[in-house]
């Protein structure tokens, strides 16, 4: 089992930046991939950004250029840097891992919440 908590979330300003952090910890020694999803309310949740083994990622196009994921998968830990923050990005965001770069894996963080407001 691998169990994962995030922490970073917050009310910020249109224009704004939050950073995002995860942590892995159990069986995290056998993860290939981790990475961001997102669900805003009444919609389904998606993909953000992923991270794997090599230090190659992938992005969703709506926040290409303006988010940040890094981290080191095989100690367990992704980060997400968010600038530019708009108020569509409102959404919980979780932390994923145990995936491919494009495919969710089975183990979920709680989430946490991101409100883009003025």
């Known amino acids: 089992q691998v169990q994962l908590v995030e922490s970073g979330g917050g009310l910020v300003q249109p224009g704004g930046s939050l950073r995002l952090s995860c942590a892995a910890s159990g069986r995290a020694f056998s993860i290939y991939a981790m990475g961001w999803y997102r669900q805003a309310p009444g919609k389904q949740r998606e993909l953000v950004a992923t991270?794997?083994?090599?230090?190659?990622?992938n992005y969703a196009d709506s926040v290409k250029g303006r988010f940040t994921i890094s981290g080191d998968v095989v100690k367990g830990t992704v980060y997400l840097q968010m600038n530019n923050l708009k108020p569509e990005d409102t959404a919980d965001y979780y932390c994923?891992?145990?995936?491919?770069?494009?495919?969710?894996?089975?183990?979920w963080g709680k989430g946490t919440l991101v409100t883009v407001s003025s």
């Open positions: 991270i794997i083994r090599s230090g190659s990622t």
């Open positions: 994923n891992a145990g995936g491919l770069s494009t495919i969710a894996g089975p183990y």
